[in-house]
């Protein structure tokens, strides 16, 4: 899915942030209908298709994703979409609540809201363009990430009541046109490169016997099939003992490696949204000590 999007150097991005830089450029920045403009340290800044490609490979082309805008989604129907991925599709909830869905609906969902369009409050409901942005990654419809990223920055830069947003993207514009920072403070992002279990914990996710994952509202239901299945495997182990005295023991043969209960980009979009995490309180703590 992030392969197809081209999202892949975008959420790979690392290196030093400069947060006092970005909240100039924040409060300095306007845009038009193609270009994200700001002005730092007296130096005027025009962020054009050539830097997007330049600093994260995006284009600007593909659908562009709004609230009521979804003429250009086909059959896009966000009740119906959102009960196609709740555990229950039967639940008869009238609310986008993140905590309702399976899986790997859930880990996309984290990843739109801390990474791709990252928002301070309400992480959990989804919003209309949440769930247009989880319709289009599933289903291989390509957004127009540079118009998405440029309308939300300066739909939430401004605003108190959220976190800073893109501040590895907005620090790699601001190196990209040579602005002195040898003088400012300076916080080096270094990417992940492995899931851990508290990752998934933070989303509602539990690992089983089985070494699969699943939602914690499902383990009860869980254990009880795997009860079953054992009491099972137990009478079918004392069916076979019978057998044994006359048969010649087999050779025990290993068990097949196990694959990965998520995929490399599961693991990918969970890694990005557990820094991201860190890193907004993080940032968060920063400016109320020193805006």
């Given at each position: 899915?992030?392969?197809?999007?081209?999202?892949?150097?975008?959420?790979?991005?690392?290196?030093?942030?400069?947060?006092?830089?970005?909240?100039?450029?924040?409060?300095?920045?306007?845009?038009?209908?193609?270009?994200?403009?700001?002005?730092?340290?007296?130096?005027?800044?025009?962020?054009?298709?050539?830097?997007?490609?330049?600093?994260?490979?995006?284009?600007?082309?593909?659908?562009?994703?709004?609230?009521?805008?979804?003429?250009?989604?086909?059959?896009?129907?966000?009740?119906?979409?959102?009960?196609?991925?709740?555990?229950?599709?039967?639940?008869?909830?009238?609310?986008?609540?993140?905590?309702?869905?399976?899986?790997?609906?859930?880990?996309?969902?984290?990843?739109?809201?801390?990474?791709?369009?990252?928002?301070?409050?309400?992480?959990?409901?989804?919003?209309?363009?949440?769930?247009?942005?989880?319709?289009?990654?599933?289903?291989?419809?390509?957004?127009?990430?540079?118009?998405?990223?440029?309308?939300?920055?300066?739909?939430?830069?401004?605003?108190?009541?959220?976190?800073?947003?893109?501040?590895?993207?907005?620090?790699?514009?601001?190196?990209?046109?040579?602005?002195?920072?040898?003088?400012?403070?300076?916080?080096?992002?270094?990417?992940?490169?492995?899931?851990?279990?508290?990752?998934?914990?933070?989303?509602?996710?539990?690992?089983?016997?089985?070494?699969?994952w699943i939602c914690k509202a499902d383990e009860e239901s869980v254990d009880d099939e795997e009860e079953e299945e054992e009491e099972k495997s137990s009478d079918d182990d004392e069916?076979?003992?019978?057998?044994?005295?006359?048969?010649?023991?087999?050779?025990?043969?290993?068990?097949?490696?196990?694959?990965?209960?998520?995929?490399?980009?599961?693991?990918?979009?969970?890694?990005?949204?557990?820094?991201?995490?860190?890193?907004?309180?993080?940032?968060?703590?920063?400016?109320?000590?020193?805006?």
């Amino acid at each position: 899915m992030l392969k197809f999007q081209k999202l892949d150097r975008f959420l790979k991005l690392t290196g030093n942030t400069y947060l006092d830089l970005v909240k100039v450029f924040l409060t300095n920045m306007w845009h038009d209908e193609e270009n994200l403009y700001s002005q730092v340290k007296g130096i005027d800044i025009a962020i054009n298709e050539e830097v997007w490609l330049s600093v994260t490979s995006l284009r600007n082309e593909g659908v562009t994703v709004s609230r009521g805008n979804t003429s250009e989604i086909g059959n896009f129907n966000k009740v119906q979409f959102y009960k196609s991925c709740l555990r229950n599709q039967e639940s008869a909830s009238r609310t986008f609540n993140v905590g309702g869905l399976a899986a790997t609906p859930r880990i996309l969902a984290y990843i739109v809201i801390w990474v791709l369009t990252p928002r301070g409050l309400n992480h959990a409901t989804l919003t209309e363009e949440d769930l247009i942005l989880m319709y289009c990654l599933m289903n291989k419809i390509k957004v127009n990430w540079v118009n998405m990223i440029r309308e939300h920055l300066f739909k939430v830069g401004k605003k108190l009541e959220y976190h800073i947003p893109y501040v590895i993207l907005l620090s790699q514009f601001i190196e990209y046109f040579d602005i002195d920072v040898e003088t400012e403070v300076v916080e080096e992002v270094k990417a992940l490169n492995q899931i851990t279990t508290a990752n998934l914990t933070k989303i509602g996710l539990k690992k089983m016997k089985n070494k699969k994952w699943i939602c914690k509202a499902d383990e009860e239901s869980v254990d009880d099939e795997e009860e079953e299945e054992e009491e099972k495997s137990s009478d079918d182990d004392e069916e076979d003992d019978k057998d044994e005295d006359q048969a010649e023991p087999e050779p025990e043969t290993p068990d097949a490696p196990s694959q990965d209960s998520f995929s490399r980009l599961e693991q990918l979009m969970m890694t990005q949204f557990s820094q991201l995490e860190n890193q907004n309180c993080s940032h968060h703590q920063y400016c109320e000590t020193h805006f």
